[in-house]
């Protein structure tokens, strides 16, 4: 069962406006929460991260919202860049486990 | 250093033959992760090593097997493979138990056996 979901494949956005990818957790469990951004026949790499304790995160262009009751965290890219077209992964954790689980991906385009 | 290195990049295998995929790192991380990828598919967890000891086999079958000969080095040792089982294997590292525990992970290697 798939505990990490985020349900849009595929989003495309033009270049400058605002991205946001989504992603649900059914877990309660989990305390931290990860999103990483992948290119094609590379490994994924960290973008940024939240803990349960905030319900914000920012860093640069990319800030990460938490809603703990929902179960539901979203990562906006503000503004986006054609170098932002790549796979998103969010990946939820329990710390006490060290075990990372990641949702099945969302594709951005950023189109010029 | 903040990279985790994995070699070959690409691998292609018969049925029958015996390969190793290697993985390395240089950031004194104490916990080392083989994951595997289908297309269009999340990172699929299959064993974790903490301290050079197997912790976690996510039921994986016996024709791959991990070895954790030092902290720095993790290998992925295959076996009479089957056509399914082509995909790209990542390795991942992390610090394990930091309060903003994370995956560093390799590009990958991309098996496909035929």
């Known amino acids: 069962d798939q505990q990490v979901k985020q349900n849009s494949p595929s989003l495309s956005v033009q270049e400058g406006r605002i991205s946001i990818l989504n992603c649900d957790y059914t877990?309660?469990?989990?305390?931290?929460f990860l999103w990483y951004k992948k290119y094609p026949a590379e490994g994924p790499t960290f973008l940024i991260s939240?803990?349960?304790?905030?319900d914000k995160n920012e860093d640069g262009r990319f800030t990460v919202f938490l809603n703990k009751s929902a179960k539901h965290l979203s990562l906006h890219i503000v503004p986006s860049q054609p170098g932002d077209s790549a796979v998103y992964f969010c990946?939820?954790?329990?710390?006490?486990?060290?075990?990372?689980?990641f949702g099945t991906g969302t594709s951005l385009t950023v189109i010029p | 250093d903040t990279e985790v290195t994995q070699t070959p990049k690409h691998l292609v295998m018969g049925m029958t033959n015996k390969k190793s995929l290697k993985c390395e790192q240089h950031?004194?991380?104490?916990?080392m992760y083989w994951y595997k990828q289908k297309a269009k598919k999340p990172p699929e967890l299959m064993f974790v090593?903490?301290?050079?000891?197997?912790?976690i086999n996510e039921s994986v079958p016996s024709r791959f097997s991990p070895e954790c000969p030092n902290s720095s080095l993790l290998n992925l040792h295959l076996h009479a493979l089957q056509p399914e089982d082509s995909a790209l294997y990542l390795c991942?590292?992390?610090?394990?138990?930091?309060?903003?525990?994370?995956?560093?992970f390799g590009s990958g290697t991309q098996l496909s056996v035929l």
């Open positions: 991942a590292s992390s610090p394990w138990g930091a309060s903003d525990e994370k995956l560093f």
């Open positions: 877990n309660s469990m989990f305390d931290y």
């Open positions: 939240i803990s349960s304790i905030k």
């Open positions: 990946a939820a954790s329990a710390r006490t486990g060290n075990q990372f689980y």
């Open positions: 950031m004194g991380h104490r916990a």
């Open positions: 090593y903490s301290y050079e000891k197997l912790s």
